[in-house]
């Protein structure tokens, strides 16, 4: 089945009333029929709904659904962005093991895995996502996890996904992907060798900015990399919190479940029903609106290069640009999300430019179908000094753009226009 047909129809059984939108299952618990019945599910002998907080039928929906697109065995939805980064990485490691994760992260990822783990006494190293020739230096036999973003924010870069994985496959490694800003639509790790993505769908997945949420997907046949790894024990002994279940001996996908049956029960980062059915309309469309996210991005970075103000234009859809070559190999026909970024010369040039816009709203969000300007010196990145802006890629001088769909006649005409006020 083709994408688009996927995105409307993966995961979603019609009962005898025909309801042709997912209906709201908008419960906290459901009813056994009876102890037997209640025994078995929580036995696992049989599949079934418990309680919300482990799952719920629209939920279902939008797991089932988003894994067919991620081309997955199974998905976990979450609460946020964040707790799928952070189950993700606490169903593969402990205190006292270590995870290498690329520099070029979102902040809250940053900040999650080199300050909140730290506390939980997992070590994260880090390398260039430009130069992953450096994570061998980096893995020991405590190593649980590679972690990266398929397409970089706020830098805008493009990993080599096949080369980090080709890395952690030789050590047995399990890699995570955050895959947001490319989203299935445009790129699927899996194809490239990655075992595990995570979403936050907060941005591109409704694509209207409606709600917060994300989603853990598992790539198929998982199963054998952690079947007797000794990096994964805990995936082969007996879990005494879920009386003796071996995660490896169910005929199931082992770690969306371990991630449901345990992290989610006891840290209960669970996704709102009524979320779930806005990440489901947002699928509706999510392939048309890509293209045309890409579309209007690629039009506006190619305005923004030729423009005598500005110095430098971040998108990997740009010949021009140094991530070109892998985006045309992960990204299907090249096209590159919503995300840029251009340099005009000072802190006061680049204000002056995003308050004189009119279109764009000033907003620290990405994946919205109205644009978003945002001016990272003075607002995510403002506690950082000249040298360490220029450093983490977010000079002073640094506008970024999410663009929307709207007209990019009216798109080009605003940032134009403030350009030349
Ligand atoms: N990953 C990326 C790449 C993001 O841009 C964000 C948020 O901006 C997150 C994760 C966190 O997602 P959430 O805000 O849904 O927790």
Known sequence: MELQTKALHAGYEKGPEGTMAVPIYQTTAYEFRDTEHAANLFALKELGYIYTRLNNPTTDV??????????????LAT???????????????????????ARQLYGGSLTQTA???????????????????QIEALVDDKTKVIFFESLTNPSIDVADIEAITKIANKYGILTV????????????????GADISVHSASKYTTGQGLAIGGVLVERKGLLEKLKANP??????????????LVYVD????PFTLRARLSL?????AVVSPFNSWLFIQGIETFTLRMREHSKNALLLSEFLESHPKVKKVNYPGLKSNSNYENAQKYFDGGACSGLLSFEVDSLEEATKIVDATELYSLVVNIGDSK???????????????????????APAGLIRISCGLESIIDLIADIKRALEA
């Open 79 to 101: 609460s946020s962005g964040m707790s799928a980064i952070f189950f993700a990485i606490a169903n593969s490691a402990e205190a006292g093991d270590n995870i290498i994760c």
């Open 371 to 393: 644009s978003i300007i945002t001016h990272p010196a003075s607002t995510t990145h403002q506690q950082l000094s000249p040298s360490e802006l220029i450093a983490c890629g």
């Open 62 to 75: 939008f797991e089932k659904r988003f894994a067919e697109l991620e081309g997955g065995e199974a998905a």
């Open 231 to 244: 990096r994964y024990a805990h995936f082969n002994e007996p879990d005494n919190s879920y009386h003796g």
């Open 177 to 192: 992907v955050d895959n947001t800003v490319a989203t299935p639509v445009l790129c699927r790790p899996f194809e490239f």
């Open 264 to 268: 989610l029960r006891d840290i209960g």
């Open 115 to 133: 300050h909140t783990l730290k506390r939980f006494g997992i070590e994260a190293r880090f390398f260039d996502v430009h130069a992953p020739e």
């Open 250 to 253: 169910v005929p199931l996908p």
